[in-house]
């Protein structure tokens, strides 16, 4: 079965078709990363995190899988509602809400939620019929570039004296949450959360607080590097492991986001124009940090970027955005063959924190998403799956609309 990992793709063809800069979004591949994740994690049911990439087709595609979701704001109710998504398969998991972001989710369905402190806690006395509640644990962890436990979280020592507090107000308890940080390099933090967590379930569990749920976030990383499949199976060895100590009967939920969706799109955009300065050839391309390379500035990543059809011997070179300013450069000595205008840059890897993130600054339209599904053996019939949509609902790609119509 093929994926974004395994196909060849004509890059020209599709550019002479649906224009530059484009985006790719493959269907196959998301099924296929959801696939190794649940075979990673069998017992794990997986809430799809929306954050990186909230796309409708990877909403449909992973409802297809039989996926959960994670949301987080009211935009991402309303994309899992005009989904169809079961609301019973949704989380709501920003730590700090408004009274109206509770209210909307409760309204759609989606009746836990996390919290990390007591202020936090009493917004729910309201809802205190319909809401439950999930502790987040604050694990610092400083071998990832995003280390989320410093925004949220309670410390470990005061979970307890939060359980006792969500208690005394009457509010229903459905367990803890935590997430150590995005694109982790290995599952040492995610082991050592799971096993403080099993000892504040057993200090509650003294004290008649029943916790039923562990919720062992996101961070499951994505080769940036390589471009290759990660050996997701490897990496959640010991996960498993220490699932497997956790007291019987505990649900365990996990937020994927980067794992599912990253490898699931590419990115093509095109050489407007070249000059030589301070000894390097610069390329301007029609794509840069403001848009789909954004992830290069807000997620702290590099994208493998490649020039497909470029031959010839190799130079430092420059790649440069398509914005007037001089942070929009997206590789500063990367080795290239020398480039001609209309020539192609390809970078992979560009489905997570990519797209979501960009900016239309400079009155820069966002780059379209090109849906296509690789799994489709048959170049004709690869060709019938392609449908090019806006990057977003509000902002119509023109140039892209004047092409499906
Ligand atoms: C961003 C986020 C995720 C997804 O994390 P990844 O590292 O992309 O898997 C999951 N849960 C929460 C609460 C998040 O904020």
Same mark, same amino acid.
């Given at each position: 079965?093929?994926?974004?990992?395994?196909?060849?793709?004509?890059?020209?063809? +599709?550019?002479?078709?649906?224009?530059?800069? !484009?985006? &790719?979004?493959?269907?196959?591949?998301?099924?296929?990363?959801?696939?190794? !994740?649940?075979?990673?994690?069998?017992?794990?049911? &997986?809430?799809?995190?929306?954050? $990186?990439?909230?796309?409708?087709?990877?909403?449909?595609? /992973?409802?297809?899988?039989?996926?959960?979701?994670?949301?987080?704001?009211?935009?991402?109710?309303?994309?899992?509602?005009?989904?169809?998504?079961?609301?019973?398969?949704?989380?709501?998991?920003?730590?700090?809400?408004?009274?109206?972001? #509770?209210?909307?989710? +409760?309204?759609?369905?989606?009746?836990?939620?996390?919290?990390?402190?007591?202020?936090?806690?009493?917004?729910?006395?309201?809802?205190?019929?319909?809401?439950? !509640?999930?502790?987040?644990?604050?694990?610092?962890?400083?071998?990832? $570039?995003?280390? /989320?436990?410093?925004?949220?979280?309670?410390?470990?020592?005061?979970? !307890?004296?939060?359980?006792?507090?969500?208690?005394?107000?009457?509010?229903?308890?459905?367990?803890?949450?935590?997430?150590?940080?995005?694109?982790?390099?290995?599952?040492?933090?995610?082991?050592?959360?799971?096993?403080?967590?099993?000892?504040?379930?057993?200090?509650?569990?003294?004290?008649?607080?029943?916790?039923?749920?562990?919720?062992?976030?996101?961070?499951?990383?994505?080769?940036? *590097?390589?471009?290759?499949?990660?050996?997701?199976?490897?990496?959640?060895? $010991?996960?498993?492991?220490? +699932?497997?100590?956790?007291?019987?009967?505990?649900?365990?939920?996990?937020?994927?986001?980067?794992?599912?969706?990253?490898?699931?799109?590419?990115?093509?955009?095109?050489?407007?124009?070249?000059?030589?300065?301070?000894?390097?050839?610069?390329?301007?391309?029609?794509?840069?940090?403001?848009?789909?390379?954004?992830?290069?500035?807000?997620?702290?990543?590099?994208?493998?970027?490649?020039?497909?059809? *470029?031959?010839?011997?190799?130079?430092?070179?420059?790649?440069?955005?398509?914005?007037?300013?001089?942070?929009?450069?997206? *590789?500063?000595?990367?080795?290239?063959?020398?480039?001609?205008?209309?020539?192609?840059?390809?970078?992979?890897?560009?489905?997570?924190?990519?797209?979501?993130?960009?900016?239309?600054?400079?009155? #820069?339209?966002?780059?379209?998403? /090109?849906? #296509?599904?690789?799994?489709?053996?048959? $170049?004709?019939? +690869?060709?019938?799956?392609?449908? /090019?949509?806006?990057?977003?609902?509000?902002?119509?790609?023109?140039?892209?609309?004047?092409?499906?119509?």
């Amino acid at each position: 079965m093929n994926n974004l990992f395994t196909a060849n793709l004509d890059y020209r063809s +599709l550019v002479r078709k649906y224009g530059s800069p !484009l985006l &790719l979004l493959d269907r196959a591949t998301i099924r296929h990363q959801y696939r190794s !994740l649940k075979s990673a994690l069998p017992n794990v049911t &997986l809430h799809y995190a929306l954050k $990186p990439l909230p796309h409708p087709e990877v909403v449909s595609v /992973l409802m297809e899988e039989g996926a959960s979701f994670d949301l987080a704001t009211k935009g991402e109710v309303d994309l899992v509602r005009s989904a169809g998504v079961d609301p019973i398969t949704c989380i709501h998991t920003h730590p700090i809400k408004k009274d109206d972001e #509770i209210s909307y989710a +409760l309204d759609y369905g989606c009746s836990v939620f996390v919290v990390d402190n007591e202020e936090e806690v009493k917004k729910f006395i309201p809802y205190r019929r319909d809401a439950r !509640l999930l502790i987040r644990v604050s694990f610092p962890n400083p071998e990832t $570039p995003v280390d /989320l436990s410093k925004k949220f979280g309670v410390l470990p020592e005061n979970c !307890l004296g939060l359980l006792r507090y969500v208690k005394r107000l009457g509010l229903e308890i459905a367990g803890l949450s935590f997430h150590v940080g995005s694109q982790v390099p290995n599952a040492r933090r995610h082991c050592e959360a799971i096993s403080q967590c099993a000892e504040i379930i057993r200090a509650a569990a003294e004290e008649g607080i029943e916790i039923g749920v562990l919720d062992i976030g996101g961070g499951f990383p994505v080769d940036y *590097a390589g471009a290759r499949e990660t050996d997701i199976g490897a990496f959640c060895a $010991p996960i498993r492991e220490a +699932l497997a100590q956790l007291p019987e009967g505990i649900r365990i939920i996990a937020e994927p986001g980067r794992f599912i969706s990253a490898p699931a799109m590419l990115n093509i955009c095109t050489v407007v124009g070249k000059a030589e300065r301070f000894g390097k050839p610069w390329y301007y391309l029609d794509d840069g940090v403001y848009c789909s390379y954004s992830g290069q500035i807000f997620d702290h990543v590099t994208y493998p970027k490649s020039a497909p059809y *470029a031959m010839g011997p190799v130079r430092e070179s420059v790649l440069a955005g398509p914005t007037c300013d001089s942070i929009d450069i997206i *590789a500063e000595n990367i080795m290239l063959p020398e480039l001609h205008v209309d020539d192609i840059i390809v970078g992979k890897m560009m489905g997570a924190y990519t797209i979501s993130t960009a900016t239309e600054f400079n009155f #820069i339209r966002k780059t379209g998403i /090109l849906l #296509i599904d690789t799994d489709r053996d048959h $170049p004709d019939e +690869l060709e019938r799956q392609f449908r /090019l949509e806006p990057a977003t609902r509000e902002h119509c790609h023109q140039r892209a609309l004047r092409l499906v119509s």
